[in-house]
């Protein structure tokens, strides 16, 4: 079974950080991508970063410089640091692995970024 629990949301102000972390377990391996997406109220899941077990990244536009994804590789655990987070930034963050055409989705957890 295959199960991605995502911790480290919250609230927080402009200009803060955070940092989520999801632990995969079951069939995932290193094979697998893993990532974070994103969904805003009425608006589509979209990638926010995703990484290989080999180190490749992409980002979206919207977060470089700004977010840090990161992986080990030991323990099926990715990470997103997340600084100078903006009010647009608030949003449900799923953790994801993806391989050829099987995808999993984490629970998702709640980001709020406000004053």
């Known amino acids: 079974q295959v199960q991605l629990v995502e911790s480290g949301g919250g609230l927080v102000q402009p200009g803060g950080s955070l940092r989520l972390s999801c632990a995969a377990s079951?069939?995932?391996?290193?094979?697998?991508?893993l990532g974070w997406y994103c969904q805003a109220p009425g608006k589509q899941r979209e990638l926010v970063a995703d990484?290989?077990?080999?180190?490749?990244?992409n980002y979206a536009d919207s977060v470089k410089g700004r977010f840090t994804i990161s992986r080990d590789n030991a323990k099926n655990t990715v990470y997103l640091q997340m600084n100078s987070l903006k009010p647009e930034d608030t949003a449900v963050y799923y953790c994801?692995?993806?391989?050829?055409?099987?995808?999993?989705w984490g629970q998702g957890t709640q980001v709020t970024v406000s004053s």
């Open positions: 994801n692995a993806k391989r050829r055409i099987f995808a999993y």
């Open positions: 079951g069939i995932i391996d290193s094979n697998y991508v």
């Open positions: 990484i290989t077990s080999g180190g490749s990244i």
